[in-house]
């Protein structure tokens, strides 16, 4: 039987739309839910100058923040110019993949470091947002990690 190139057509179309299907099916049916990160994600933006006005804020401290991954956890490492005493503010964990694993913790320095207990974290990728107020300025600090 010999085909013409009619046909070679109809079934390039057909190996076409199959192909678009077997990925629609693939990304419906896929085990890892695409949540958003946050609840209040569309509230969040219409703050983001005030976001980056704190970020603007934490790049003049002296020193840098240091998110260090240990084996019991993770070290948030405070700038030294920062009083330990005077700061209020917390410390958020998002993990993008998996909303409900996300948690909040509130600061509590020893020696201008917090560490985070390896309880409270799996093995993959976090965003960790530092959110503080310090002599009447608010301040942010966000780093991605993998633990």
């Known amino acids: 039987m010999r085909l013409n190139w009619g046909s070679y057509i ?16 693939q990304m419906l049916s896929s085990e890892h839910s695409q949540d958003l990160v946050r609840e209040a994600y569309y509230h969040d933006e219409l703050m983001f100058q005030q976001e980056i006005d704190k970020h603007k804020r934490t790049q003049k401290l002296e020193d840098k923040f ?11 490492i405070f700038p030294e110019d920062v009083k330990a005493s005077e700061i209020v503010g917390s410390i958020q964990l998002y993990r993008p993949s998996n909303k409900a694993l ?23 990728r976090w965003d960790v947002l530092i959110n503080f107020s310090f002599q009447d300025e608010e301040y942010s600090y966000k780093k991605e990690i993998v633990w």
């Open 66 to 76: 240091q998110v260090i991954s240990t084996s019991e956890g993770l070290k948030v």
């Open 10 to 25: 109809v079934m390039a179309i057909i190996g076409f739309i199959g192909f678009i299907l077997f990925f629609v099916v």
């Open 102 to 124: 996300d948690t909040k913790l509130d600061i509590q320095l020893s020696e201008n470091q917090q560490l985070i207990g390896k309880d409270y974290l799996l093995k993959g």
